[in-house]
């Protein structure tokens, strides 16, 4: 019989990658937040790379996602 054989060893718990797959979407999110904005003529400047979306609320969320990934990597049972 094959009572020896053992189950492969993970280095993170289930949870954990549940918990780092949020992350990484979250960082995701973050980047296409951050995406837009140019304009389509070169020689035309467009203001709207500079709105709050952009400068403001895509790098925080970035940060909070790279937040839960450093998160899921501490995370004990």
Partial sequence: MKNNEQKPDFLFEKVNYKILLIG???IALG???MSGGGS???TVFSEAVFS???IRLA???VLIGFGITIYSIFKKK
Avoid: E, S
Wanted: hydrophobic share 55%; proline share 13%; net charge neutral.
């Fill in 59 to 61: 790098p925080t969320v």
């Fill in 40 to 42: 389509d003529d070169p």
């Fill in 24 to 26: 990484i979407a979250v």
């Fill in 31 to 33: 980047f296409i937040l």
């Fill in 52 to 54: 709050w979306r952009r």
